[in-house]
């Protein structure tokens, strides 16, 4: 009852190959699937509650919200750090890029972007490329903008002749061989090979 027979289970079966007979058919190459692709990983953003005090210093290298409190200072070199409606921070900023919307203390240095929504804080000095400032925020310090390193440019290389190749000698200018040129006649109508006009 519970067990099946093999003779009600369905077999799979091979269509003999027509025409000839005896030679087996040529296998069937399908294409390959395209290779897949891992999605991203989605981005992490750690998140520090309104009840956390933070004192020293905090490195990450992922995204960090604060709603909480820290001192000490603050190192995010390739991420984004955001300042919630609650955090305060009383410490020297270093980010990627720095979203003030609560109350901060220090100076703030952001490769790429500084903005201090409404309603924030600020007393300390930025640095960064772009800086936003919206109306309704508090801000006391000084600003400088700097120009982001330029991405070097790698150079196309150029064609390289076969080593075997010899090089063609550089043509001689017009008028015989290339000389150093002669210094200048010295007084009394002597040149510099000791020979004189006389």
Same mark, same amino acid.
């Given at each position: 009852?519970?067990?099946?027979? #093999?003779? =009600?289970?369905?077999?799979?079966?091979?269509?003999?190959?027509?025409?000839?007979?005896?030679?087996?058919? *040529?296998?069937?190459?399908?294409?390959?699937?395209?290779?897949? /692709?891992?999605?991203?990983?989605?981005? /992490? +953003? *750690?998140?520090?509650?309104?009840?956390?005090? /933070? #004192?020293? @210093?905090?490195?990450? @290298? +992922?995204?960090?919200?604060?709603?909480?409190?820290?001192?000490?200072?603050?190192?995010?070199?390739?991420?984004?750090? /955001?300042?919630?409606?609650?955090?305060?921070?009383?410490?020297?900023?270093?980010?990627?890029?720095?979203?003030?919307?609560?109350?901060?203390?220090? =100076?703030?240095?952001?490769?790429? #972007?500084?903005?201090?929504?409404? =309603?924030?804080?600020?007393?300390?000095?930025?640095?960064?490329?772009?800086?936003?400032?919206?109306?309704?925020?508090?801000?006391?310090?000084?600003?400088?903008?700097?120009?982001?390193?330029?991405?070097?440019?790698?150079?196309?290389?150029?064609?390289?002749?076969?080593?075997?190749?010899?090089?063609?000698?550089?043509?001689?200018?017009?008028?015989?061989?290339?000389?150093?040129?002669?210094?200048? @006649?010295?007084?009394?109508?002597?040149?510099?090979?000791? #020979?004189?006009?006389?």
């Amino acid at each position: 009852m519970w067990k099946r027979r #093999k003779e =009600d289970m369905p077999s799979e079966q091979i269509p003999e190959p027509t025409g000839r007979t005896g030679v087996a058919p *040529a296998p069937v190459s399908e294409p390959a699937p395209p290779p897949r /692709v891992a999605p991203a990983p989605p981005k /992490v +953003e *750690a998140r520090i509650g309104p009840s956390v005090l /933070v #004192k020293g @210093q905090i490195f990450a @290298q +992922e995204d960090l919200w604060l709603d909480g409190e820290i001192e000490g200072s603050i190192e995010l070199p390739e991420n984004r750090f /955001v300042i919630g409606k609650t955090g305060k921070v009383h410490a020297d900023i270093k980010a990627r890029e720095v979203d003030v919307l609560g109350s901060v203390r220090g =100076d703030i240095q952001a490769r790429e #972007k500084i903005t201090i929504r409404k =309603d924030a804080n600020l007393v300390g000095n930025l640095k960064s490329a772009t800086i936003s400032i919206e109306d309704g925020a508090f801000f006391k310090g000084s600003i400088d903008i700097v120009r982001p390193a330029p991405a070097p440019v790698p150079k196309p290389a150029a064609p390289q002749p076969p080593a075997a190749a010899p090089q063609p000698a550089a043509p001689a200018p017009q008028g015989g061989p290339s000389r150093p040129a002669s210094p200048p @006649q010295q007084a009394g109508g002597a040149t510099a090979s000791g #020979k004189s006009s006389g």
